[in-house]
């Protein structure tokens, strides 16, 4: 009897023991991109997460190149960004061990209110970014290698347009934020991912001139940093968070978040 007893006993004190070691101060480090930090999804979220595992997550705010780079250098423990090619190339290459789909939201075309290029016109969003360019229309570009970034080279390709080097170009070189301060100021044309905007309060003459188009989808992945390659990557720890965020309670705190009443992000189901 004893014996059963002490065989029962000694997997839940192991557990015990590990509870306690992940309270007494584990965290890892996110690298991830500036729409999911300036959006207020990360400062809704991750409380959440922490209070239930007992793992601090610290953020390296930056955009998906960057934070891409960061982990190529084996300077974080998982990636949460949004470039869906680039993220599958990382993998392919051995610096991230697998990735998962956590959710989607979706970018916008905000610009003055006047709208002298017709944007608002446009039935999608490759005619949008061609009336842009057609026009001569100031448009603020992050120009920072992050998803947005990427996405908006996307449309111009698409169009057959390079603004590079053109007046009307303004390179801001910077996140989300700084880029739809720099439109606000100049009354310049930006692509905007919905949570960065519907968080922005220096908006003076800015305004969605067009949305809805599915070219306009952006799904964020989740990543393991490949501890193959870099030993020190704290997999237990990242491997929980990536389990959660992927997990129905993840999910639900991930729809959770909303702005003004209007939710910013989606789900997805983990593939």
């Not at 997460?49 to 930056?62: R, T, Y």
């Not at 229309?137 to 120009?143: G, N, Q």
């Not at 001139?209 to 952006?218: E, I, R």
């Given at each position: 009897m004893a014996s059963g007893v002490l065989k029962r006993l000694i997997p839940a004190l192991?557990?015990?023991?590990a509870a306690l070691t992940v309270q007494a101060g584990e965290s890892i480090t996110l690298a991830s991109t500036t729409s999911t930090e300036n959006s207020g999804l990360f400062g809704y979220i991750l409380p959440i997460?922490?209070?239930?595992?007992?793992?601090?997550?610290?953020?390296?705010?930056?955009g998906t190149g960057q934070a891409l780079d960061v982990g190529k250098r084996g300077d974080a423990d998982a990636l949460l960004v949004h470039d869906r090619a680039k993220e599958e190339s990382f993998v392919a290459e051995g610096y991230g061990a697998y990735r998962k789909d956590v959710m989607y939201n979706d970018f916008v075309i905000v610009g003055p209110a006047a709208d002298p290029a017709g944007?608002?016109?446009?039935?999608?969003?490759?005619?949008?970014?061609?009336?842009?360019?057609?026009?001569?229309?100031?448009?603020?570009?992050?120009?920072?290698?992050?998803?947005t970034h990427a996405a908006e080279l996307r449309f111009w390709k698409a169009v057959g347009k390079d603004p590079e080097g053109k007046p009307w170009y303004k390179a801001s070189g910077s996140g989300m934020g700084a880029t739809l301060n720099m439109a606000a100021g100049v009354g310049a044309y930006t692509l905007s991912d919905r949570g960065s905007w519907a968080n922005f309060k220096n908006r003076?003459?800015?305004k969605i001139?067009?949305?809805?188009?599915?070219?306009?989808?952006?799904p964020y992945g989740v990543i393991l940093i490949n501890p193959a390659k870099h030993p020190?990557?704290?997999?237990?720890?990242?491997?929980?968070?990536?389990?959660?965020?992927?997990?129905?309670?993840?999910h639900q705190a991930?729809?959770?978040?909303?702005l003004n009443g209007e939710q910013l992000f989606f789900p997805l189901k983990a593939k």
């Open positions: 192991a557990l015990s023991a997460f922490e209070k239930a595992s007992g793992i601090q997550v610290n953020v390296v705010a930056l944007v608002a016109g446009a039935k999608t969003a490759d005619e949008a970014f061609a009336k842009i360019a057609d026009s001569g229309s100031t448009f603020a570009s992050r120009a920072d290698r992050s998803g003076q003459d800015l001139l067009f949305q809805g188009d599915p070219q306009l989808y952006n020190h990557v704290k997999k237990a720890a990242a491997e929980r968070f990536i389990d959660w965020i992927t997990s129905d309670a993840g991930i729809a959770d978040f909303k």
